[in-house]
């Protein structure tokens, strides 16, 4: 278990990097082509790891099993990364950030969802300090970003379509942590689950946005450069989390609440390059409290549980 907590912990700054990197990036390219330079650069570092480490198992996958990478590659970067990206550059990284930390819920809901219909693979239970420390986290996300919330709820559309694209971001993003842990478990390691999954995410946004992400790559270097180091922090991530919840005794109530900690990172970075638009409220300091706090209630139910 406390493998997975440390690598749990390598996800928060993977996730909370790569969100404002994105930002940088997103300053002078759309959303959609930044996701897709963010994917090329995630499916590299990812590929090579898997080719490296994992060619037999690879040659060895059954055709079945591209379709379920093909899928779960959707659900994660056209479903998850690709909104929150476009919900990022509605309304900022660190609006969206502690919205994007409620997958901890989904992932819960999801989980214990599954265990009850019997679903193999599926053994979650909720305790009484998992239950508190899971809602305590995501109150506490959502604390932070409560200045913004006052500033722009309501004003005008595009806060409200940026909210909603982040809360469907969240749940992509939840269910992507379930389906990456079950596919990884079926047809190999969390290596090629991660790899193969952006592969064919990336073919999928390639003929969409493909000519665009070139012509704005070749004049906007440096956006480029921060989007492709965003993609890099994000595989990380991404891999962490998969070895993460695919340990023997680790636990997708125990994990994903650590993982939704990632926007403290994003507010943390925030602070120190975008500060014409960040602020230390009040709010941010109840708030990363309440989410630490969260987190340690979640640490001890999962050890005692």
């Known amino acids: 278990m406390l ?29 959609m082509p930044s996701a897709l330079v963010s994917l090329v650069a995630s499916t590299l ?21 591209m379709v379920w990478l093909l899928g779960n590659g959707i659900l994660t970067y056209m479903g998850g990364r690709s909104q929150q990206y476009v919900a ?31 679903v193999p693979g599926f053994d979650e239970h909720l305790n009484a300090l998992l239950g508190v420390g899971t809602v305590v986290v995501v109150v506490g996300l959502a604390l932070t970003g409560g200045n913004f919330l006052r500033q722009s709820w309501g004003r005008d559309w595009q806060s409200v ?3 909603g694209l982040a809360i469907l971001a969240a749940a992509c993003y939840g ?22 999954s952006m592969f064919f995410a990336t073919l999928v946004l390639s003929p969409l946005f493909g000519r665009e992400a070139v012509q704005r790559a070749s004049t906007s270097g440096r956006a480029t450069l921060f989007v492709f180091l965003a993609g890099f922090a994000a ?5 962490s989390l998969y070895f993460a919840v695919t340990r023997e005794g680790s636990s997708i109530l ?15 970075l925030a602070r120190l390059f975008l500060r014409r638009s960040e602020a230390v409220t009040k709010e941010l300091v109840i708030g990363t409290l309440l989410a630490v706090g969260g987190v340690a209630l979640v640490v001890v139910g999962g050890i005692i549980g």
């Open 235 to 239: 595989a990380c991530a991404v891999m």
């Open 175 to 196: 269910a992507a942590t379930l389906s990456g842990r079950v596919l990884s478990n079926l047809y190999g390691s969390p290596l090629i689950m991660a790899a193969g």
């Open 161 to 163: 379509a940026g909210y």
């Open 45 to 65: 570092l990812a590929g090579t790891l898997a080719l490296s480490f994992e060619f037999q198992a690879i040659t060895a996958l059954p055709a079945i099993a």
């Open 3 to 31: 493998l997975s907590i440390g690598l749990a912990c390598i996800a928060v700054l993977g996730f909370g990097s790569s969100a404002v990197l994105a930002r940088l990036g997103m300053r002078a390219m759309r959303p």
């Open 254 to 268: 125990v994990i994903s609440p650590i993982v939704s900690c990632s926007p403290l990172v994003t507010l943390a």
């Open 88 to 118: 990022i550059s509605m309304i900022g990284a660190s609006r969206v950030t502690p919205i994007v930390g409620s997958a901890a819920l989904f992932s819960a809901l999801y989980a214990i969802t599954f265990t009850r219909l019997g």
